[in-house]
């Protein structure tokens, strides 16, 4: 089962990611606290982080550099205002999905969606045909 961390200082936002991205054979969980994603995160690597960014926070900038420095190719998505950057353990790259109208929203999460399902699919293709080194 693929796991996908999601983290969120806004309990509302938590949810609504946890509930959204909910699927068949893969297991959500989700926290507000930057300490408790780092244990998570050491005791058992999920295949995809999601940091919600789109309340000024101090604390999930912070633990979005750190994610980023102490786990340098864990996939990661990070929702900021007006756009998603995805990282996939290698590259990143930005969809933009600008505006605070619902229809925004809508167009926000439904690219998350789509990203997640890119990443988890990148990770199983990781697991299935592990890299072959040059002689």
């Given at each position: 089962?693929?796991?996908?961390?999601?983290?969120?200082?806004?309990?509302?936002?938590?949810?609504?990611?946890?509930?959204?991205?909910?699927a068949p054979g893969l297991a959500v969980s989700a926290t507000?606290?930057?300490?408790?994603?780092?244990?998570?995160?050491?005791?058992?690597?999920?295949?995809?982080?999601?940091?919600?960014l789109r309340r000024p926070d101090e604390d999930h900038p912070l633990f979005l550099g750190l994610l980023r420095k102490r786990h340098p190719t864990?996939?990661?998505i990070a929702l900021v205002p007006g756009r998603l950057r995805i990282f996939d353990g290698q590259h990143e790259r930005v969809v933009e999905a600008h505006g605070d109208t619902a229809?925004?929203?809508h167009q926000l999460l439904g690219a998350l969606k789509q990203a997640v399902h890119d990443l988890l699919a990148q990770d199983l293709l990781r697991v299935l045909r592990p890299p072959v080194g040059r002689a």
């Open positions: 089962m693929r796991r996908v961390l999601v983290v969120s200082p806004h309990v509302p936002s938590r949810e609504l990611l946890r509930r959204i991205l909910e507000g606290d930057t300490d408790d994603a780092f244990a998570a995160l050491a005791s058992r690597p999920p295949a995809l982080v999601v940091v919600d864990q996939p990661v229809e925004a929203l």
